[in-house]
């Protein structure tokens, strides 16, 4: 049952009980999209692709007439949890109907175990990133031409943990000076670049640091210009180090540890852990649906990671880790290995497994929260 500030809201859970009004909907909001959805493929087989992926639509209704309608899916083949459409009538815009839509389908991905919502649009709907960006959507890809030459696909990600960060995130009041600056920091720390790996975007920093055991990493998203005095240190290690640590100001310490079990304490599935070995994961994770390699299986991935640090590419032994996952009967994958992270770019769901990967889903949480600190909630409803 949805929370009572979400009202109004009607749930199609089957594709036969589609109508001829929400097919009538989709038709009127159509031009409103680049390219229209029937440009690209019949709307009755777009509305389909909503329960074939383990979905379902969502209706704001208001005097038994939908004024807002949503799809949500919950196996999207790339992206789990993604928001396959949303659209408000035109005459009932501004009014944060689209910002309900929203976080019913919220609701619903938090009921069902997962952390992030995903969505797309197109590059020139400039209205529409700034509404996503006022929410805590952050762009994590960018499909570039993907519309029309000129017009490319952003690929956005809402953050829905809570509570990881306690601390005001620095950076933000000069991120967001201006747009273009925005997207620079997007584009910069988070690896969108597709010929660029995600592991390009974390530095080690020893000026600051003492390490006793292990190594401390400080991601570079958080202090994207370098007098800013840093406000978040992230442990990128697999063990709880002994630390010293000096730094010239107070810092927020986030164990990937602790984040990992956040997030996944949320879910169901297993999820195979992929490690270089189980000796060096002296405090492991517990979660009960985690399973770990045996000591053959581990050899498999510590050839994997000598070989990425000696500039083999990390995407090619993505097919190795997929059957290993397989083999163990999981239906999912973390990447417990700093080196191999970004090696699935930001897709949750392939070949039918979902994907968790800490530091990139620590950037993305990251971004969202820095997002949702930095806009009042009064006022999301004055962009829609």
């Excluded at 994590?140 to 490319?152: A, C, F, N, V, W």
Aim: proline share 4%.
């Amino acid at each position: 049952m949805l929370p009572t500030h979400l009202k109004n809201l009607r749930i199609i859970a089957k594709y036969s009980d589609v109508n001829a009004e929400i097919i009538q909907f989709f038709e009127q909001n159509d031009p409103d999209f680049y390219p229209p959805i029937s440009q690209r493929t019949q709307l009755t087989s777009f509305i389909e692709l909503t329960f074939i992926h383990r979905g379902f639509i969502i209706l704001f209704e208001k005097e038994e007439k939908i004024i807002g309608l949503a799809a949500l899916c919950f196996e999207n083949p790339t992206y789990q949890y993604y928001l396959h459409y949303i659209a408000v009538s035109k005459s009932q815009r501004g009014l944060g109907i689209g910002q309900k839509l929203i976080q019913a389908a919220s609701y619903y991905v938090q009921q069902a175990g997962g952390s992030q919502l995903i969505l797309t649009s197109w590059s020139s709907n400039v209205k529409a990133k700034h509404f996503y960006n006022k929410i805590g959507f952050v762009i994590i890809d960018i499909l570039e031409d993907d519309r029309s030459p000129g017009i490319h696909t952003y690929i956005f990600a809402l953050d829905l943990v809570d509570g990881i960060i306690t601390k005001p995130i620095a950076g933000m009041e000069l991120i967001m000076e201006d747009q273009s600056s925005l997207e620079k920091v997007q584009r910069d720390f988070l690896g969108i670049d597709k010929e660029k790996s995600i592991l390009g975007v974390f530095v080690h920093t020893p000026e600051k640091m003492q390490v006793c055991d292990g190594n401390f990493f400080k991601y570079k998203f958080f202090q994207p210009f370098a007098h800013r005095a840093p406000t978040h240190v992230l442990n990128l290690t697999y063990v709880h180090p002994a630390l010293e640590l000096t730094l010239d100001a107070p810092v927020e310490y986030v164990n990937l540890l602790d984040f990992c079990s956040r997030y996944l304490e949320l879910g169901t599935k297993n999820y195979l852990v992929i490690h270089e070995s189980i000796e060096k994961i002296s405090n492991k994770i517990d979660y009960p649906h985690l399973v770990y390699l045996d000591q053959t299986d581990e050899l498999v991935v510590q050839e994997a990671v000598q070989l990425v640090l000696n500039g083999q590419n990390p995407m090619d032994y993505a097919e190795d880790f997929l059957q290993l996952t397989s083999k163990y009967e999981c239906d999912g994958l973390l990447l417990a290995v700093n080196v191999l992270s970004g090696m699935f770019h930001f897709h949750k769901m392939v070949k039918g497994k979902v994907m968790f990967d800490p530091l990139r889903d620590f950037a993305i949480h990251v971004a969202s929260q820095r997002l949702k600190l930095h806009f009042s909630v009064d006022q999301l409803d004055k962009v829609n």
